[in-house]
Structures are given as C-alpha cells and as structure tokens.
Nanobody
C-alpha cells in the first residue's frame, strides 16, 4: 500500500516562497515518476511538474522558472520549491505517483496580493 503525505502549504504574500514536501511510504518510490498537481474550486486538477526516477524534471509553462521539483530517493520524498508566488498560484496542491491511482491528501497554498 502506497501512502503519500504532503506538507509545507500555508499562507504567503505575493512574491514569497514555499517549499512543499511529499513523503511516500512503500518501495515503489525510487522507480516511479512523481508529480505535483494543483486544483482550485470548480476547475480540473492541473499538472504542475513531474520528475522521473532519474531526476529529469518537466514543468507546466505557468510555473517554469519559478518552481523547482526535486526528489530524495533515500528519503522517499519529493519536493516542490515555489518562488515568486502570485495569487494565481493559490490552490490545493497534491502529490501523485504518476500514472497510478495514488494521491496524497493535498496541502493548501494561499498567496495574498
């Protein structure tokens, strides 16, 4: 059974930074692509970034240059460093084992203007 637990969300002013963490249980972490998604009320969940088991990262255009996804396979943890935050980044952020049904419970990020 895979469990994903996100942390690090909160309230921040525009221009600020937050670092999200997702700790995974189970042995599949190191061999799987991990992803961060976000969702706002009434909208579909949006892929923010993903990182392969080898560390190759891909970002959606709106966060490129501001967000950095990384992983520590020894700690079974994936991170999302978010800089230069804007109110448009306000959402619930979810960790996901890419291509599977495994999702975290989400962590809320609120960016005030």
């Amino acid at each position: 059974q895979v469990q994903l637990v996100e942390s690090g969300g909160g309230l921040v002013q525009a221009g600020g930074s937050l670092r999200l963490s997702c700790a995974a249980s189970g042995s599949i972490f190191s061999i799987k692509t991990m992803a961060w998604y976000r969702q706002t009320p009434g909208k579909q969940r949006e892929l923010v970034a993903f990182i392969t088991s080898g560390g190759s990262a891909t970002y959606t255009a709106s966060v490129k240059g501001r967000f950095t996804i990384s992983r520590d396979n020894a700690k079974n943890t994936v991170y999302l460093q978010m800089n230069s935050l804007t109110p448009e980044d306000t959402a619930d952020y979810y960790c996901h084992v890419y291509g599977t049904g495994h999702w975290g419970q989400g962590t809320q990020v609120t960016v005030s203007s």
